[in-house]
Every structure is written in C-alpha cells, then in structure tokens.
C-alpha cells in the first residue's frame, strides 16, 4: 500500500525518463530492481538541485525507499547523460533568433554617458 501511494506521488510529479518512448523506458530500465519513476527522481534530484548522493538516499529515505547512495551514483553515471541529451533536445525547440539587451545609462558628473 505505502509502495503504491509513493509510485503515485513520484509518478504525477514531473519526471525526465518519462520522455523517452514505451519501447525505449523499457530497454533504458531493463534489469533494474526499483521502478523507472523512483530512479529518474533520484537521478533528477541529484542533478537540478546539486545535492550529494547520501543527501537524495536521505531524501528518498523519508518516503520510505531504501536505497544505498552506491545505487544512486550508478543510475546517475548511467542514465544522467540520456536524461540531459533528452532535454538538450527538449530546448532546442524553444531557442529563438530574437535577443533583447537592456540600455545602461551612466551619469557622470552630472552628465547622461551611453557606454
């Protein structure tokens, strides 16, 4: 019961690995023991808030998901880089041609300077 309610708290929170297609999830998950959801928010806590590898164990630790910071380093050097290149590709959609730069206006002496 305690499992299902946190596979459903991890699952409707926005999750990395969930981008990739049904066929890809499973070949990108294939042989692990925890569930694709509580692996990609670990590799995702890991890698947006900077935290250390013991620091995501203890996070997951209070939701009730034991797992060693040995496991959270392999999943995050393994699944870390497919989890960037998927949002690398994400935001390449979303770059434009347009940029905007502020003015700066610098009073010296009294008098308005354009740098």
Not at 77 to 100: F, I, M, P, Q, V
Request: glycine share 6%; proline share 2%.
């Amino acid at each position: 019961m305690l499992q299902q309610t946190l596979l459903g708290v991890l699952s409707s929170s926005r999750q990395i690995g969930q981008t990739a297609g049904v066929e890809d999830a499973k070949q990108l998950y294939h042989g692990y023991r925890f569930h694709p959801t509580i692996i990609s928010h670990a590799v995702w806590l890991y890698h947006r808030f900077c935290l250390s590898l013991r620091d995501v164990e203890d996070l997951l630790a209070e939701r009730g998901i034991t797992v060693s910071y040995e496991s959270i380093r392999h999943w995050c050097n393994r699944l870390g880089l497919e989890y960037a290149r998927k949002l690398k590709k994400k935001r390449l959609g979303r770059l434009s041609d347009t940029w905007y730069l502020d003015e700066v206006f610098i009073k010296i002496r009294g008098e308005t300077v354009f740098p």
